[in-house]
């Protein structure tokens, strides 16, 4: 199982980045992937969840607003849209897949948002 995250890097505020993750190793499609993010000194916190083949997304209320996860399956690839960014916004983001018995990281993309 791979996991690769690209497109993070340095906006302004008010800006916006979409995220990749590029999955490979395991059946992508039938798998829920997820998109969590952490700064230094805090716990590492889920942003989004998208299931398999439905699509089906979930935000915790936190997160509601301006963040969209999609995903391509014939890429084998799930995004993070991410509008409207703020200097809290500023961590590095992860995207994750459980694949039984085990869950899977990526190596994290920074995002940083400052002026």
């Known amino acids: 199982v791979q996991l690769v995250e690209s497109g993070g890097g340095w906006v302004q505020p008010g800006g916006s980045l979409r995220l990749s993750c590029l999955a490979s190793?395991?059946?992508?499609?039938?798998?829920?992937m997820r998109w969590y993010r952490q700064t230094p000194g805090k716990e590492r916190e889920m942003v989004a969840f998208?299931?398999?083949?439905?699509?089906?997304?979930h935000y915790p209320d936190s997160m509601k607003g301006r963040f969209t996860i999609s995903r391509d399956n014939a890429k084998k690839t799930v995004y993070l849209q991410i509008d409207n960014l703020n200097s809290e916004d500023t961590a590095v983001y992860y995207c994750?897949?459980?694949?039984?018995?085990?869950?899977?990281w990526g190596q994290g993309t920074q995002v940083t948002v400052s002026s």
């Open positions: 994750c897949a459980y694949v039984y018995p085990s869950l899977f």
């Open positions: 190793g395991f059946n992508f499609s039938r798998s829920t």
């Open positions: 998208i299931i398999n083949d439905s699509g089906v997304t």
